[in-house]
């Protein structure tokens, strides 16, 4: 599975920005419907932390308690496509954020996705 992420930018503090990742490919044996879809972020000089994801046969949702609120994962099954659709930023959220693809778990953690999009960056500030 190739992903390809893409809608970081320069906003405001309190903006909006939407994130895309759309996917590509398979693998032998799975579907998109056996995936988990996860976004981390990491900013620099840190870690890459966990911000949320979504399951992709019944769209349940888990965020990390920083953005729990302020940003909702969704997704688009015809396209193949989630997005992470981002309110109130603040300067804390610049990082650049990365989409995932797994099949295992924890998905809470980035030891639980098989699949890495390339990172796009998102910068708050005024």
């Known amino acids: 599975v190739q992903l390809q992420a893409s809608g970081g930018g320069l906003v405001q503090p309190g903006g909006s920005l939407r994130l895309s990742c759309a996917a590509s490919g398979s693998t032998s044996g799975d579907t998109l419907a056996d995936y988990a879809i996860g976004w981390f972020r990491q900013a620099p000089e840190k870690e890459r932390e966990f911000v949320g994801y979504i399951t992709w046969n019944v769209g349940s949702t888990v965020y990390a308690d920083s953005v729990k609120g302020r940003f909702t994962a969704s997704k688009d099954n015809a396209k193949k496509t989630w997005y992470l659709q981002m309110n109130s930023l603040k300067p804390d959220d610049t990082a650049v954020y990365y989409c995932?693809?797994?099949?295992?778990?924890?998905?809470?953690?980035?030891?639980?996705?098989?699949?890495w999009g390339q990172g796009t960056l998102v910068t708050v500030s005024s």
């Open positions: 995932a693809a797994g099949t295992s778990g924890p998905y809470d953690h980035s030891i639980g996705y098989r699949y």
